[in-house]
C-alpha cells in the first residue's frame, strides 16, 4: 500500500484497528507519518496491528484496548491520547458490530448491543474527542457508516440497518454544528468489503451471489476503503463536511 498523503505532525484516532478496514487504515496511516492511537477491544488482534505498523515505522503509536460501548472505556483513549501526543487531530471511528437475524427474531439485548457498540458507543467517541478538538480550534472526522445507512442491509438485520442511518444523521448533524469552530465530520459508506465481518457472516455460496449484485463483481479490498478514507481526512478534502462518500464498486441499490 502506498501512501498517497502526508500526515505529519498531525495526530488521530482510529477506534476498530484490530481488523478489516480499520486495520488497513492503521497500516496506510502510519506510512503516511500520522501519530496514531489503535483502539479495539479485541486485544490480541490489536497487537497484530501494532506489530505490523510498527514494522513500518517504530515510533509515534499508542494501542488503546477499549470497548467503545463502556463510558470509562472511551475517557481513558481519550485521556490516553492525551497524555502521550498533547492533542487530536482527527478521529475515524470504525468500530461496528453486524448481527443477521431476521426482524421478528431480534430480542431486545441484541438490539442494545449493537445500538450501543455502533450508534452510542461512536457518539461517545466523537463527543470526548470534539470536546479536545474545540480547545484547539480544528479536527476532522470520519464515521464509517455502510451502505446500510444510505438504503438497507443485505446482509445485516433492522438493527444493523439502524444503527448506520444514526451514524449518517449524528454525523451530518455535527457537520452542521461544528463547521464554524473548524472541524469537519464525514460519512463512509462503504460496500461490501473483504473483511471478517462479511466472511464471518456470510457463506462462498452467499458472498458470489453478492457479487452479482456489485457492478465491479468483487468484493472491495479493505486497502481500498482505507485509501478513500485517508483523503477525507486529508486537506485535499478541505471543502468535503456533511457528506457521505459511496464506496460500494456500483451496488445496486433496493
Ligand atoms: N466489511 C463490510 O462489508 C462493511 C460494509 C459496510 C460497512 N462496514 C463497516 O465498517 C466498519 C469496519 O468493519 P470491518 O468490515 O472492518 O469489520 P471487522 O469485523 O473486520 O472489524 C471491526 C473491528 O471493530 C472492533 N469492535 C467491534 N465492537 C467494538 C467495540 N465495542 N469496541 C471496540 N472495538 C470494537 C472489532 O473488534 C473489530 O476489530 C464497521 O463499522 C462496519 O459496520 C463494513
Redesign the pocket.
Known amino acids: 500500500m502506498n501512501a498517497i498523503y502526508d500526515f505529519s505532525d498531525q495526530c488521530g484516532i482510529v ?2 484497528a ?5 486495520k488497513a487504515l492503521a497500516l496506510l496511516l502510519t506510512e503516511s507519518n500520522a501519530d496514531l492511537v489503535l ?4 486485544k490480541t ?1 490489536l497487537e497484530a496491528t501494532v506489530r505490523a505498523c510498527k514494522e513500518i515505522r517504530a515510533d509515534a503509536l499508542l494501542a488503546v484496548d ?4 463502556k463510558e470509562q472505556d472511551v475517557n481513558r483513549m481519550v485521556e490516553e491520547t492525551l497524555v502521550r501526543f498533547g492533542t487530536i487531530h482527527f478521529l475515524v471511528t ?5 448481527f443477521r437475524n431476521n426482524f421478528t427474531d431480534i430480542s431486545l439485548p441484541e438490539w442494545d448491543e449493537i445500538m450501543n ?2 450508534v452510542r ?1 461512536l457518539f461517545m467517541c466523537n463527543q470526548f474527542v470534539v470536546r479536545e478538538m474545540l480547545k484547539q480550534g480544528n479536527g476532522t472526522i470520519v464515521n ?1 457508516a ?3 445507512g444510505r438504503s438497507i442491509s443485505l446482509i445485516g438485520g433492522v438493527h444493523y440497518c439502524a444503527s ?1 442511518h444514526a451514524v449518517i444523521g449524528i454525523t451530518r448533524h455535527m457537520a452542521r454544528e461544528l463547521c464554524a469552530k473548524g472541524i469537519r465530520a464525514n460519512a463512509f459508506c ?4 473483504s ?4 466472511h464471518d457472516n456470510l457463506s462462498a455460496d452467499e458472498i458470489k451471489q453478492l457479487k452479482k449484485r456489485i457492478a465491479l463483481e468483487r468484493l472491495a479490498e ?1 486497502e481500498e476503503q482505507a485509501r478513500t478514507i485517508a483523503f477525507m481526512l486529508s486537506d485535499a478534502a478541505s471543502y468535503l463536511n456533511g457528506a457521505c462518500i459511496d464506496s460500494n464498486g456500483g451496488s445496486v441499490m433496493l
Open positions: 477506534t476498530g484490530a481488523s478489516g478496514i480499520g483502539v479495539d477491544r479485541d488482534g477499549a470497548d467503545v460501548s470504525c468500530a461496528g458490530i453486524l457498540t455502533n458507543g464509517v455502510s451502505v446500510a448506520k462503504p460496500g461490501a468489503t473483511t471478517p465481518m462479511i479493505p
